[in-house]
């Protein structure tokens, strides 16, 4: 079947469809494995059955976020095999021990106490289900670890050397820590714990809003706030951090998202514009006079290179950074003044009485998400026309395949990814309707405690996370 396209940019589009579908789940997962073992902290602690019950209600949507991040994931890494075995062949000295770490270290890990966690209530003491839920968390942070270690290193390789054009590992620390590591790690584990703060946020308002589980809304508002409240402004600086990187490490990357074109002169902010690659200008720019270059390079007249200091054929496309960099910013900024105008509800006493801003919450939940997508789409779009920055060219690393055989394999992915994907959200809508419900004395829930989604099997009403 000849579906018109090349195998090249058909193999793209499934990358980064697998993808896209993909990064919504471990970021949402590593922040809420951190927020369940912090509510079993206090639970474990305080003897807070608040915090038990939440704790447990949470479990369940970690489970089924869970199993879907497994689900999505996996064909990512065959994906290196089937659609990239150039690349493979010409990096897999670094990339595979990296994602052979990642198995063997978070996977491990995160398998061998999931069980624990999800089946343990009731059933282990609960030190050691306190224990099991801390060493999840840990497990999603090493697979972020790896991950991410993994993906700088093609951002900017270090630590190797080139034989026969095949990539060899001479320093596996500067392969691991490699100079855009570091802060490209801090910016997702945060965005993942904003975008997880924010979803809790959401759901507390909707309970409040309904007049539903008043003292466990109560507990998930208060902790969440207080969470953004810290990493929303933390998340700016981080970024900030990070552009300094990028100008150092990826500065074709940096005048892609600024749309810069001009290196001798100093950089405006560009608000908004149409890059036009055809007469490198920026078509109906609004922008402000050397605010980007302060930014950039924290001096008014700074310099940094613009897109004219690179050749057309080195350039990033214009349209997907520049834009997918304005739309995480903006969101940034949302969740920033979000933060701040609960914050001074919570200092006069009015949080719970405000139902603007209860409103706001309620509706504000894909935002993260969306920021992730964004982000991941300025990070991945601006690497090109390089798969390893230097040393493998995209168009060099996509496998002899044929046309056909890449689109029926994506149009495969769609249809199962969309199947898993509306599952998984009417599996969690019926879980948050249910709400974090205990019975008996015991604080014993409705279903077994080897069922961790059996509360599901009620009829859920309304769109995932909103209600009337």
Same mark, same amino acid.
């Given at each position: 079947?000849?579906?018109?396209?090349?195998?090249?940019?058909?193999?793209?589009?499934?990358?980064?469809?697998?993808?896209?579908?993909?990064?919504?789940?471990?970021?949402?997962?590593?922040?809420?494995?951190?927020?369940?073992?912090?509510?079993?902290?206090?639970?474990?602690?305080?003897?807070?059955?608040?915090?038990?019950?939440?704790?447990?209600?949470?479990?369940?949507?970690?489970?089924?976020?869970?199993?879907?991040?497994?689900?999505?994931?996996?064909?990512?890494?065959?994906?290196?095999?089937?659609?990239?075995?150039?690349?493979? %062949?010409?990096?897999?000295?670094?990339?595979?021990?990296?994602?052979?770490?990642?198995?063997?270290?978070?996977?491990?890990?995160?398998?061998?106490?999931?069980?624990?966690?999800?089946?343990?209530?009731?059933?282990?003491?609960?030190?050691?289900?306190?224990?099991?839920?801390?060493?999840?968390?840990?497990?999603?942070?090493?697979?972020?670890?790896?991950?991410?270690?993994?993906?700088?290193?093609?951002?900017?390789?270090?630590?190797?050397?080139? #034989?026969?054009?095949?990539?060899?590992?001479?320093?596996?620390?500067?392969?691991?820590?490699?100079?855009?590591?570091?802060?490209?790690?801090?910016?997702?584990?945060?965005?993942?714990?904003?975008?997880?703060?924010?979803?809790?946020?959401?759901?507390?308002?909707?309970?409040?809003?309904?007049?539903?589980?008043?003292?466990?809304?109560?507990?998930?508002?208060?902790?969440?706030?207080?969470?953004?409240?810290?990493?929303?402004?933390?998340?700016?600086?981080?970024?900030?951090?990070?552009?300094?990187?990028?100008?150092?490490?990826?500065?074709?990357?940096?005048?892609?998202?600024?749309?810069?074109?001009?290196?001798?002169?100093?950089?405006?902010?560009?608000?908004?514009?149409?890059?036009?690659? #055809?007469?490198?200008?920026?078509?109906?720019?609004?922008?402000?006079?050397?605010?980007?270059?302060?930014?950039?390079?924290?001096?008014?007249?700074?310099?940094?290179?613009?897109?004219?200091?690179?050749?057309?054929?080195?350039?990033?496309?214009?349209?997907?950074?520049?834009?997918?960099?304005?739309?995480?910013?903006?969101?940034?900024?949302?969740?920033?003044?979000?933060?701040?105008?609960?914050?001074?509800?919570?200092?006069?006493?009015?949080?719970?009485?405000?139902?603007?801003?209860?409103?706001?919450?309620?509706?504000?939940?894909?935002?993260?998400? %969306?920021?992730?997508?964004?982000?991941?789409?300025?990070?991945?779009?601006?690497?090109?026309?390089?798969?390893?920055? $230097?040393?493998?060219?995209?168009?060099?690393?996509?496998?002899?395949?044929?046309?056909?055989?890449?689109?029926?394999?994506?149009?495969?992915?769609?249809?199962?990814?969309?199947?898993?994907?509306?599952?998984?959200?009417?599996?969690?809508?019926?879980?948050?309707?249910? $709400?974090?419900?205990?019975?008996?004395?015991?604080?014993?829930?409705?279903?077994?405690?080897?069922?961790?989604?059996?509360?599901?099997?009620?009829?859920?009403?309304?769109?995932?996370?909103?209600?009337?």
């Amino acid at each position: 079947m000849d579906f018109g396209l090349d195998a090249l940019l058909l193999a793209r589009i499934q990358f980064a469809f697998t993808v896209t579908f993909h990064i919504i789940f471990p970021a949402f997962t590593i922040g809420l494995a951190s927020y369940i073992a912090t509510l079993e902290a206090i639970w474990y602690f305080r003897g807070d059955g608040r915090c038990h019950r939440l704790a447990r209600f949470w479990t369940k949507i970690f489970a089924v976020s869970f199993a879907m991040g497994v689900v999505s994931g996996l064909p990512m890494s065959y994906q290196f095999g089937t659609n990239w075995s150039r690349f493979s %062949v010409a990096t897999g000295n670094v990339i595979g021990p990296l994602l052979g770490y990642e198995v063997m270290t978070a996977f491990f890990l995160e398998a061998t106490f999931l069980g624990i966690m999800l089946f343990g209530w009731n059933r282990v003491p609960k030190g050691l289900h306190f224990f099991a839920s801390c060493m999840v968390a840990f497990g999603t942070l090493l697979s972020a670890f790896w991950i991410l270690s993994a993906n700088s290193w093609m951002q900017y390789p270090t630590g190797h050397e080139v #034989r026969d054009g095949i990539v060899v590992p001479v320093d596996w620390l500067a392969v691991i820590f490699n100079p855009t590591f570091p802060h490209r790690f801090a910016h997702m584990v945060t965005a993942a714990y904003i975008t997880t703060a924010i979803v809790v946020l959401s759901v507390g308002a909707r309970y409040w809003l309904q007049n539903r589980y008043a003292d466990e809304s109560r507990v998930m508002v208060r902790m969440a706030l207080a969470m953004i409240l810290v990493l929303a402004p933390l998340q700016a600086f981080i970024g900030d951090q990070h552009g300094l990187k990028t100008a150092q490490y990826q500065p074709a990357k940096l005048a892609a998202m600024e749309a810069h074109w001009d290196g001798a002169k100093p950089a405006s902010l560009v608000l908004f514009a149409l890059p036009n690659a #055809r007469t490198e200008t920026n078509d109906y720019e609004i922008a402000v006079p050397k605010l980007g270059s302060l930014i950039i390079t924290h001096d008014w007249n700074g310099l940094f290179p613009g897109l004219k200091d690179f050749k057309p054929e080195d350039r990033p496309p214009l349209y997907m950074p520049f834009f997918g960099f304005r739309l995480m910013v903006a969101i940034g900024l949302w969740f920033i003044a979000l933060a701040a105008f609960g914050g001074v509800l919570w200092w006069r006493g009015r949080l719970f009485q405000n139902r603007t801003f209860m409103h706001a919450a309620k509706f504000s939940w894909p935002l993260g998400f %969306v920021a992730v997508i964004a982000g991941w789409i300025t990070t991945e779009v601006g690497r090109q026309p390089w798969i390893a920055t $230097g040393l493998v060219r995209t168009s060099e690393g996509v496998s002899p395949v044929a046309s056909g055989a890449v689109g029926t394999s994506l149009i495969l992915f769609f249809f199962v990814y969309l199947i898993v994907f509306s599952a998984g959200i009417v599996y969690i809508n019926r879980l948050i309707h249910k $709400g974090p419900v205990l019975q008996g004395p015991e604080g014993l829930e409705e279903g077994t405690p080897a069922r961790p989604i059996s509360a599901a099997t009620e009829t859920g009403r309304g769109p995932a996370l909103e209600g009337k």
